[in-house]
Every structure is written in C-alpha cells, then in structure tokens.
C-alpha cells in the first residue's frame, strides 16, 4: 500500500462517514466513476482519502436532480468548461419540464376518469338528423393529433390578426391521415358572416359543400369530464344502420352561450344509407 503521508478510510469507514452503502461504492468503483485512493496490493482492500467525500457528494447531487451516471462521469470531468456544465444543467432543466407537462397531462386524464366513474352513468343525448347548408369559411390545413387542436387555433387567430372580429364560430374539419396513422388531416378556421380580405397568405377562403345527411349532436364544453358525444353518435348510427360517409370529414362547430359563460360544441358526422 502506497504511503501516502496521511490517514486514509477503509471501504467500511468511508461506508459510513458517507452514508454510502458498501455495494453502491463497489459499483462506482467498477464503472470509474469513483475509484479508490488507494488498493493494497497483498489484501485487496481499498482506501479511500477524505477529500473524495466531496466528489461522492457531487455524484449524490447530480443523481439527485436525475442525471444518469453516464452524464454525470461527464460533468465531473475536471477540462469541462463552466459554459458546458451550464447547458448540461439547462438541458436537464428542460427534460424535467417536459416531464411535468406530461404528467400534468396524465394527472388531468386520471381526474377525468375519476369524476366518469363517480357519475352515477349517463343519460344518451339526443342526436338530430339534419341537412346541413353550405358554409363559407376561411382556413388553414394543418396535420395533427386532436391534442394539437387548441395550439392549432392559436396559430390561427395569429394568421386572422384583426379580422377575427369579422368571423363567426370556430370550426374544426378532420379526417383520418393517408399518411400518417398516428395523425388526421385537420382544417381549423372560422365560419365568415361576409367576405374580407386575406389576412395572411397561410389561409385560404372556402364553400364547404352542403351535405344533406348529417348526424349532429350539441353538447357542453366541460374541463375533465370526458365527452360522450362520438358514443352517443356511434349508437345512434348504428341503431339506425347509416354508415359514416369515407369522403367527407367529421365537423365540430364551436359555439358560445349568449351569455358568454359556457362553451358548446356541435359534433357533425356526415352519413349516408347502406
């Protein structure tokens, strides 16, 4: 064993002093990412010097904020840079926002769920059979995840900037994606009261084709209570044996209580006789 001018900690001290256990410090020891001070040759054991307790204290640091051990031999890297710490951190701080949102997303579904099993069931809603009239909308086609909607709305209140006050009710046109499965082909605009100029060069001004066989049903826009609207039009579909029509998209018209409390959705699925 080197003599190294000072006392130095047997495995089980330094165990202890560090509140590390032996496996955990046996494990460091084998992937490099803490090796002993010192092994005796003739015994096999090792010895660790004090000063390694502040390197073991910046593992347990790192591990805690949730770097892998991986990352974390990187920043212990004594040539890294303040600069290169600095985004590894920002790197990781994003990481974990990322993982909030998502699970902020699953905590707002598990919410959902719990107030659909405290309902004591619900009533089937009534879907009417209606001709729907040709509309003139101006629009944008983007594809996406139903998720993806609210964002996609943003964006087109941005392209409309002062003649949004011109537009009636949002309107939401999907259908599934030839492309992409995971995805639907979406347009996202506004139902026009009159015509007016182009504001942006992303949107396009359009009839949409009357459609003379629509399912419709209205229902109350309710936070984390899931919508039974698609099963109510699914029975009644199938309880009067129409088929969904493959050529045309399924329709949600947004639209505001007079008071300007609640928000309603109209879901239009176009059908046709078998």
């Known amino acids: 064993m080197t003599d190294w001018g000072f006392s130095m900690f047997k495995i089980s001290e ?14 460091y020891d084998q992937i490099g990412i803490l090796k002993p001070a010192d092994i ?15 390197t ?5 640091m790192y591990k805690d904020l949730g770097f892998t051990l991986q990352q974390i031999q990187q920043l212990l890297q004594e040539e890294m840079s303040m600069e290169q710490r600095q985004g590894i951190l920002r790197q990781k701080e994003r990481e974990i926002e990322l993982l909030l949102e998502e699970e902020q997303a699953r905590l707002n579904r598990i919410k959902e769920r ?20 040709p509309q003139k909308v101006v629009s944008f086609r983007s594809e996406g995840t139903v998720e993806e909607i609210p964002m996609l709305f943003d964006r087109l209140a941005h ?11 949002p309107i939401v046109l999907w259908k599934e994606s030839e492309r ?10 506004y139902v026009l009261k009159q015509d007016i100029p182009l504001p942006s060069d992303m949107l396009e ?10 399912a419709t049903l209205v229902q109350r826009v309710e936070p984390f209570v899931p919508s039974t609207a698609c099963i109510d039009l699914a029975k009644w579909i199938e ?19 007079p008071d300007g409390g609640d928000t309603y959705v109209e879901v239009q699925i176009p059908i046709e006789s078998p």
């Open 40 to 54: 005796d040759k003739e015994t096999g054991y090792r010895f660790y010097a004090a000063e390694q307790l502040v």
């Open 205 to 214: 001004v359009r009839m949409l084709p009357e459609e003379p066989m629509m």
């Open 114 to 133: 719990l107030l659909w099993i405290e309902q004591k069931g619900y009533v089937e809603q009534e879907v009417v059979f209606k001709r729907v009239e």
């Open 14 to 27: 330094f165990s202890r002093l560090s509140r590390v256990s032996l496996k955990t410090l046996r494990f």
């Open 180 to 189: 992409d499965e995971a995805a639907f082909e979406l347009e996202i605009g």
């Open 239 to 257: 309880r009067n044996q129409y088929r969904i029509k493959k050529d045309q998209p399924g329709r949600e018209t947004y639209l505001q209580s």
């Open 56 to 60: 073991l204290n910046r593992i347990l």
């Open 159 to 169: 392209y409309a900037g002062k003649q949004q006050k011109s537009m009636l009710s």
